[in-house]
């Protein structure tokens, strides 16, 4: 990083929290501090909201996912336009006409205050988890660059946010969400384009899509029934649907997004703004991590793409190991870089056939270099593998066995679980580390600015919401004494600043999972399901009441968890089965209440 680079970064990010600052210095009351005023129009909701869930995690594993597996992640979203329409159609007017606060208001109006309390509380537990990741993911690219501590940057970070969140409250979040959006745009775009600038000049754009494509990186679609993958058309338009409509419709960091808008008309543009771009901004999003994959098939990458975990395994007894690992990955980047030129010259199956290929022996590479990674920082682990490997071995006389057959899926499964660790998995790190090797001077701040920009506006939805559920649904409709507005703005303000401490800390305690944005939305999925599926009985069940609905509830809750910690489906399917689980409960529950009464 060059002092050009410092500047476009710290002036960046040092303007959005001024101007956020500055522009909301006079929110006094509850309606401009916790409802923005409802002077919002259509394309800051629809920013606002995009915003929101355009976290830095979405750019650091997006492309990274995209790198890996290619662009079949992209069906996730599919949901999402039929979501805002439901949205449109039904929330929006009843949420407009009860001129409530939070979504939670309604459920009390509904059934009961303890229907209400559960399903904030819910809210408040996953999106509490969710904060602290959305700070730790930036943090992990500012280690990477300053090689400072994670917890040192996390607070930093968390303090950024937190200076114009209390500040402004939603009309800040929402005010310089317009900015961080405008940034994300233009830096990625930015991107795109010196990376196709970066490819071989006879390749183009054209023949890169298809050496993605001869390496299977532009599979969209999966038309599959298979329960195990997890992203195909069918998790998309059903299980993404339903997380979509969980997410936008139940969710307080999106719905206080929206209920700040100035009529319903400009709540619904806005929404419609976001159903209709969501889509084709993941897809660009993905691209851009594609043709970083084929940036490197014409440019040497590394075994893993996280420095610090090379420097130690370089430092171990596992070295010479290491060092093997990376003359054979030499070897086939000629091999990789000589095929994807023929293809570019002439496209034919022989040549596809063999990249594909050469991938996959990269992804076996790339697998050995993990499992010495891993055992050069944990010595157990070493132990614990080869105390696997020697029963495997004792019992490969008869592979045909159910012992023998158990005991290599029992290692397979080991290795896989324990390979996804911060330590090994660089998926991550990919873009950030693509970023600063070879983006030029000035672009690499407006990079980061762009990460860090979403990582704010993020983190700032989130921490809004949670004050402003545990003010209005748990502080002060559980304070028996009266207070006036000027008192609940002040308790709402420490609130924000409970939360964005609660974040760091959570920020503090978090590591990698085998990909961040999953981890974000398996989160999601363990709890949206139930909560949407309570909004739906609210809405269409009028004859259930609040008894059999928070009892049916907590049953779900506890089963969803239990079918997640088995993993008996894929996480996406478990937003379809905790509202169609909670919805038949409450029906059978109210049915019994009547029979015995």
Known sequence: MELTDWIVLIGTLAAIVGYGTWKTRGSKSSEDYIRGGSTTKWWTIGLSVMATQASAITFLSTTGQAFSDGMGFVQFYFGVPIAMVIICMVFIPLYHKLKVYTAYEFLENRFDLKTRSLTAILFLIQRGLAAGITIFAPAIILSVVLGWNLVTLNIIIGVLVIIYTVSGGTKAVSVTQKQQMFIIFAGMFTAFFIILNLIPEDVGFVKALDIAGASGKMEVLDFSFDLENRYTIWTGLIGGSFLALSYFGTDQSQVQRYLSGKSVKEMRWGMMFNGLLKVPMQFFILLVGVMVFVFYQFNPAPLNFIDSSTEKVMASEYSDEYDALKIKQALLFDQKQTVSLQLAKSYNEADKKQLLQLDSIEKTYRAEAKYLIKRAIDGDYGKEYDKLSQELIALQANPESDAYKEKKAELTSWYKE???????????????????????????????????????????????????ITSIDLYKRNLKEEKDDTHYVKATKMFTLGWGILAIIIACFASLAENLIQLVNIIGSIFYGNVLGIFLLAFFFKKIKGNAVFTAAVITQIAIVAVWWIDLMPYLWLNLFGCVLVIIIATILQATQKKVA
């Open 418 to 468: 324990s390979a996804k660790d911060s330590e090994t998995n660089d998926r991550d790190y990919m873009f950030i580390s693509f970023i600063l090797k070879y983006l030029p001077f000035g672009l690499k701040g407006l990079l980061l600015a762009v990460i860090l920009s979403a990582a704010m506006s993020s983190t700032a939805s989130e921490i809004n919401a949670l004050a402003t």
